[in-house]
Each structure stands twice: as C-alpha cells, then as structure tokens.
C-alpha cells in the first residue's frame, strides 16, 4: 500500500534524540531517510544505553528505538570530496535535518544558504537546545536541563521533597514532534508555492508550547502553582485527582470524577463532608490521605473493577514490563519487532498512528554504521572507483554484520 | 506574509484538550480552524481551571490556552437543519477533527464515512483515550491515566515514596502532536493524490511512541527500571545525572558531563573513586548524596556560573513564574499575549517553531461560545433568514463581548 510521504527525500545529518525521532516518523510515514553518520562511530547515540549493558551484547537499546525504517551513510564531512558528493545529493532531495549546536554545521559548509544555493525548494530544519541565538546560544541544551528550566520539574513531584523529572525524554521527544510539524507545514507550502524555506526548532520552546495552559494559569491569575504534599496528581488539581495506594502494594490513578460518586464507591461516607470544590483543593493532601485509607482496603484489579463499573475515571499504575502486556496495548498491536543483523529480535514499538489510506509500517531495522553507504552513493550515480577511492581515504566506513 | 497553510478549512468538532492543541497548532500555521461546540455552554474546557479562579473573572486559563486562532459557532449537533449545514460546509472543507468517546459522533451522522460521503478529499481525524476498538474501548481516557497505564508515571519520582505523573499533560498534548502529524502527512499526500482518508489517533499508543527507548531497553535488556532513591534525574541513569540542591534553597540540574570535571570544578577530588560508569550506577544514590553535600555549599547562581564554565551540562531548575523571567526565554519572545474580549490582555506562550518564509503567528485571541456564528455561515452562503431561524429555535447561539 502507498505510505504518505512516499518520494520524499530526507539527508537526515542528526543525532541523539531530538533529530532522529523526528525522522523516524517521517520513515514510518515513508519518506526515504539517508542518515549521514560520522565517519568511523557514527551517531553519538549509538554509545548510550540503560543499566550498562546492549542488545545482542553489542547494540544501544536508544539507538535502536529511534532509527528503524532509515539507511545508514559514514561519512567524513570535513572532507571536500564528500561536500561535493553531499551537494549534488542534496539536489535531489526535499528536506535536510540537522540538530548540531548552533553554527556547526554551517561552518562545514552544510548550512541552509549552501543548500539553498543548489536547491532552493529545499526545507532545512535545524533543532537545537535553546535556537540559534540569545543568551543561552553557547550553552549544552539536554532534555532535562530543559524540563528544569521550563517549570516542568518544579512541577512534578511532592511538595515535602525535592522537585523531579519526569521519567522520559519528553523535551527531546517533544522537540522532534515540533520538527515534524514545522516540516509537514513547510512541505505543504512548497506544494503549494514550489517554495523552501528554514525552520528553526529548540528545546525550550517547544517545552514551553506544551506548558501552555500551566503558564497562563500562573502568568493570568497571580498565583504560583505549589506541589502538594501528598499524591495529589498536579499542583494546580484538587482532590481526588491523584495515585492512590493500593493493599496489594499497587497504584491507581482517579482522575476528574464526582466526588460523591467515588466515596460512595469506596463505602466511605464520612467523607461527604469535604465535597465542594473549594474545600477539595485547600484540603486536598487530607483528603487524598483519607481517599488513600480507603483504596488501601482493596487490591488493585478489584478495586478498579468497582471504580470502572461506577465510571470513575481510574487506571492502573503499570511499570512498563506490565505495560507491555496490558490487554489494550496488546489489541493495538503496539509492541512490534524487527530483525536485526547484530541485535536479532529486537522488540520495539509500533507506530502510533492509524491511517486507513497510508498505514504506517516498520519496514528496515535501524542501520549498522554506514551500512548502506555503497547502495545509496550508486543510487545517486557515482561509480564504483569514486566509491572505492572514498573509502579507500577513510572519507566513508561502512559497518557490514557479521 | 503567507502561512504554511493559508487557504485549509478544519471543521473542528474537539474539545477539552488534544483536539484543541492540535488544530490550534494548524490554526497557528494558518488554517482557517471553525471551532464547533455545544450551542449554549461550549466546550467543556471552557469550564476547567486551575485554583478556582477565572481569568477577568470568568475565563479558563486552561481554554485560553488552546484556542487563540480559532472561530467559533456553536450548534446543536442533534438538529436535523444544523446537520444539513454541516454537511453543506464539508464540501468546501479539507479537514475535520473530533475527539469524542468513539462512536459519539458516528451516532449524530458525523462520522468520516458521513463526510466522505459529500467530499471523498475529506481528512478525518479522530482522537480517543485507547482507540476505537479493544477491551478499553469504553473506558474514560484522561492524560494521568494514560500516564500511568503506558509507564510513564512508575518512571517519575522517588524509589522510596510513590511514582508521580509528570506535572503537565503530557499524554494529552503528545496526543495532540500525533494528530497535527497524521493531518499532515495526510494532507501531503492529498495534494499527491487527490485522496482524503481517516487517521485514528489515541493518547495510549502516543505515550507509548514516547517511552519508545524505554520499552526498547525493558523489553530487550531483560531489567526493569528501578526509581531511584535520591535527585537521580532517570531510573535508567547513573549518577551524576540528577536534580541537586544549592545553598540558598535552590535547585539546579546536572547531565551527562565528566564525572571528573564535576568533582574538579566542586572541589571535591575525595568523589574520583566513584569515577567509572559500573560504580556511578550501582552506587547512584551514595553518589548523588555525596555531590549534593558539594552543590550545598554554593548559590545556585553562583554554582552554575562555575560548572557552565568548566562545560558541565546544567541548568537552573525555574518554577512557571521564574521561567518566564528567564533570559533565553525572554529574548526568543515565548511569552506574548492577546487582547480577549472578556479576560482583557492575556499572556499566552507563542509559537514554538521558526519559519523563514512563513512564520506562524498570533492573530486573533480565543473565541466566546459562538462568538463568529453568524459570520461563518454568511461565508458558507448561509441566508440572514435561516441564520435568524436557527437562533430562534436555540440551533445556534452566540455570545457576544459584554
């Protein structure tokens, strides 16, 4: 079946997280993606893992997740040779996507003017930390400096402790999604007018874009948001949004439900007289300490069983191995696989969305180092000695599996 | 100056939070976004707020938010005349978004296969908690419960005190974000192919995309994530990385640096026996309280000064109000506001992504239920006579700036 960006062209020159998830939707999508790796190592994020230890005792369980459905070139982009091979690429190609620190990669000769002059219907997409100038320009931008400087850690966690991140690049991850929507715009647009144009992306704003509605509610109503000290569920919430415990050591979240429905439910009517909305949020670390008292009665699957039959709004608390198998996850079909060279069978996870013309799909594992470099430089007409004498200079690697 | 997506016409039937993120991004981008809500009180969003109080007295900060850009008409959607209309402004329409509880709106005759009915170029797309089909097909979805049901919210927080949900929507905006994604990418392929199609998205699958290297390392690695019992920023994460505390009752982050360089630049060379990447994980908590004894002894300010110096990777961690006063932050603009009819001048966060040839921008602040009715149908050739009639009979309603 078609996919949706079938015959688009991506010289994907990013790395990490931020640039490579933005890709690999538009892969998912079926845009052709060459990623262009350093020469030698490749992706920085090849070298970055959990609990010290690789997949197939060999391979980054980070890298794997963000780079399937994409071939791999290493290339040395000092090298000239290479920017003119990269140059006449680039004609051919619609979108470049790049998240080096500011100005890096233009000092290569790789910045959008340098492809603009060869192929002015290119769109060249740059992320960053913090954009491409201001006060912060020179500074390290990471997923988690990002959620502290945007309010999104001072906002999680308990009042009692120390404020804390949360558990998932969401800086980055959200980063990537304002790059794929800056490029889906601006691809439209060049249908539309035969235009390119640059996009600059970073951290910090797009952070901020997703705390939209916590910073007009600070910046418009003068009043500062203060971490309960209980597990209320945000610091702007009231009780009973929150996790609760459970007798059998498990959480639940209730989330926005009538507050007589679920003392009713719990068979705790003692606390009817905490129900209106002024008392549920001046007093809301009470009363989720008594709420807690009460689901600590039940174990988790019955207790949710009697909150769903009231339709309160309630889920379980799963770590991901559990969430691995939960039933939904399971029909959605969203813990997928692929067959690796070197990893094997890696488990990963599906696309997320569903198109009923243009499904989604994971066609190509994530690529070895360069491992599609010979295929992709014939692709674009160049013969078989300049290939030879490339690598023969070191100028491109390619890593072939065992 | 143009916008990327001048002349596309969303018919938008969502409310409370991802549907609306979602077209106020294409609405940001230049879409003429006709918001659809419930004659009389409007979306449900615009009765939700944080610390009970309103914006100019009566306005949800939470509503503000997400809205700027738009128009709105507010319709009774069980009115056979109304369903006519909305039929009538499909055939000039490219997009309709909706996220009701699944089915909801089949029912009332605006399902995908209602509109492609009168335009096959239609693109639906619909939001759900957990898609359209499955066990929890019935079920509530809401952001806190998606947080907790994918792993999100097991992986934030403390090992020794309860998991917390992330202090934002995260679930939600994700959800958002696969919705501007699936649209765009449908609507490339659109102008290739003349084709409209349904696109499902669903908050679940979203937050699982994510946590995409997580679920790749549990699933692949055979360990589970473990919270740690200290400021460790990341339950897969050795330490340094982490949130730590200043002597004057801040906080600051610390990412992947040398641990050398940390424990030079604090003075602290009795730390260089922890220095290799087997101890800084399994010793991570000793660690984390061992550095923390060390950033105690300065000022945030000042502490930060001496590691940005020396190419530590940190950051100050800001409360919402802090933030907004950041320099970066200021100098990018990220705070702007609106002149709304009710609430007065209200700050707002601006668009998060940079575009050289088509800027997204803020034109027009969020509407009242309805506010543009009446205009929107004159557009759609609508008489002042049926105009008059549907308002008679309470099909329509509008409110006006007081």
Known sequence: MDKALSGVTILDFSHLLQGPFATQLLADMGAEVIKIE???SG??????????????????????????NKRSIALNLKSRRVHGLIMEMAKKADIVVQNFRPGVLAKLGYGYEDFRAVNPRI?????SGYGEDGPY????????????LAGLLANTGRGDMPPVPAGSGMADQI?????????????????????????????????????????????????????????????????????????????????????????ETLDAPHLAPYDDLATLFSQRDAVWQKVNEETKKFDRDDLLERMLDADIWCAPVNDIRRAAEDP??????????????KAGTVKVIAPAVRMSETPPAIERP??????????????????????????????MTVEEAR
């Open 175 to 263: 980063g990537a999604m304002n790059m794929v929507y800056g490029i889906l715009s601006a691809l439209y647009y060049r249908e539309k007018t035969g235009k390119g144009q640059k996009i600059e992306v970073n951290l910090l704003a797009g952070m901020l874009a997703h705390l939209a509605q916590e910073y007009v509610g600070v910046l418009n109503l003068g009043e500062d948001f203060v971490r309960p000290n209980s597990g209320i569920g945000h610091p702007g919430m009231q009780a009973p949004f929150g996790v609760y415990e459970t007798k059998d050591g498990g959480y639940v979240t209730i989330a926005m439900s009538p507050f007589r429905t679920l003392y």
């Open 43 to 68: 992706d920085m994020f090849r070298g970055m893992t959990f609990f010290a230890k690789w997949v197939g005792g060999s391979e980054s369980p980070n890298f794997l997740a963000w780079n399937r």
């Open 137 to 148: 320009v020179e500074r390290p931008g990471q997923d988690m400096l990002i959620q502290g």
């Open 328 to 341: 939904q996850v399971t029909h959605m079909g969203m813990i997928a696989s692929y067959e690796h060279p």
């Open 123 to 127: 769109i060249y997409c740059s992320g």
């Open 366 to 395: 994530a690529p070895l180092v360069g491992e599609h470099g010979r295929e992709i430089l014939k692709e674009f007409g160049v013969s078989d000695d300049e290939i030879a004498a490339l690598e023969a200079a070191g100028d």
């Open 38 to 40: 350093r020469a030698g």
